[in-house]
């Protein structure tokens, strides 16, 4: 297999082949993600992705489960993802399930056709970054979308059949009631645009950020691990999405919480609530364990 630079994934696509179709993110200005900072966005030349995918044919034989790389796969012209994803079926007769991230405005730049065709094609697997339902943070963090255009992105994902994961991040607001109003906002983001499933990430600074050198600069304090977890409770509690799995298992997570709405909203709760009444650092995962 053939990568250039450093290749992110979901943790819930460990299992699938990393395709790398474009280079980079197309937005790449968040003010919290330093994953793509050392590449300039482009999209790879279709024979070059082919070959690859003849290479992991002749390596791995057949494949049930693909991952488009970098960082926003959609942005790449309709008809050559279709292509792209015509070539997958052909070269894996088990293929059931491709997935990729999605950014805000190349979502909202196709047409519902051509997301309808890019599902009819064999895109299965949406990762949005929403991040906060909080207008002014969305300006903060230099998402490049507002809040109506993220949940436009989101709905019009499910109205084409993609399932959608909605990625949120803990913590975003830093500390202080912010973070209260940063949570209630995130979950009436979700409750409007009903994600099959809802990513909860804690906010880690990268170096080279601009939220890392607000933190070194004073300008930002970080929640602590039992504030973050009260934020999670916050979110939890303001959620009503039928049948939405909640994802809290991230490694950056200080407490694992798993579940499915509205069934285990109480069960994740309890758990939640036994570990603010005792507030004993064992019961929740180091800075080591977290793998930061």
């Known amino acids: 297999m053939r990568y250039e630079g450093n290749i992110f994934r979901p943790f819930s696509e460990a299992n699938s082949y990393l395709l790398q179709c474009t280079i980079g993110c197309s937005h790449n200005a968040c003010a919290f993600c330093g994953m793509y900072k050392d590449k300039k966005y482009r999209v790879r030349n279709i024979n070059e992705i082919k070959a690859d995918i003849r290479m992991a044919k002749d390596h791995f034989g057949d494949l049930e489960k693909v991952f488009l790389c970098d ?16 070539e ?5 007769p088990s293929l059931r399930h491709v997935g990729s991230y999605v950014g805000p405005a190349s979502t909202s730049g196709k047409t519902m056709d051509e997301l309808i065709m890019l ?6 697997k949406a990762y949005l ?12 963090i230099k998402k490049g979308a507002t809040y109506s255009e993220l949940l436009a992105a989101g709905r019009n994902l499910i109205q084409a059949g993609i399932n959608l994961s909605s990625m949120v991040l803990l913590g975003l607001a830093g500390r202080g009631p912010r973070s ?23 906010v880690t600074p990268v170096s080279g950020t601009i939220l890392y050198r607000r933190v ?15 934020e999670m409770k916050t979110l939890i509690e303001n959620l009503n999405v ?17 579940g499915t709405f509205p069934n285990d909203r109480a069960k994740m709760l309890a758990a939640i609530d036994a570990v603010l009444s005792s507030r004993d650092p064992s019961l ?3 800075d080591y364990m977290r793998g930061l």
């Open 119 to 124: 599902r009819s094609a064999g895109l299965t």
């Open 216 to 230: 070194q600069n004073g300008e930002f304090t970080l929640l602590d691990p039992f504030e973050t977890i009260e």
């Open 180 to 202: 209260i109003e940063h949570a209630v906002a995130t979950a009436k983001i979700t409750n409007e645009m009903k994600p099959q499933y809802l990513a909860a990430l804690t």
């Open 242 to 258: 039928n049948s939405m799995k909640f994802v809290g298992i991230h490694a950056s997570n200080y407490l694992p919480i798993n």
């Open 129 to 140: 970054g929403v991040e906060t339902g909080d207008e002014r943070l969305l300006r903060e």
């Open 284 to 286: 929740i995962r180091s």
């Open 71 to 86: 960082g926003d796969a959609i942005a790449i012209d309709t008809g050559m993802l279709c292509e792209i994803l015509h």
């Open 88 to 92: 997958l079926k052909r070269s894996f």
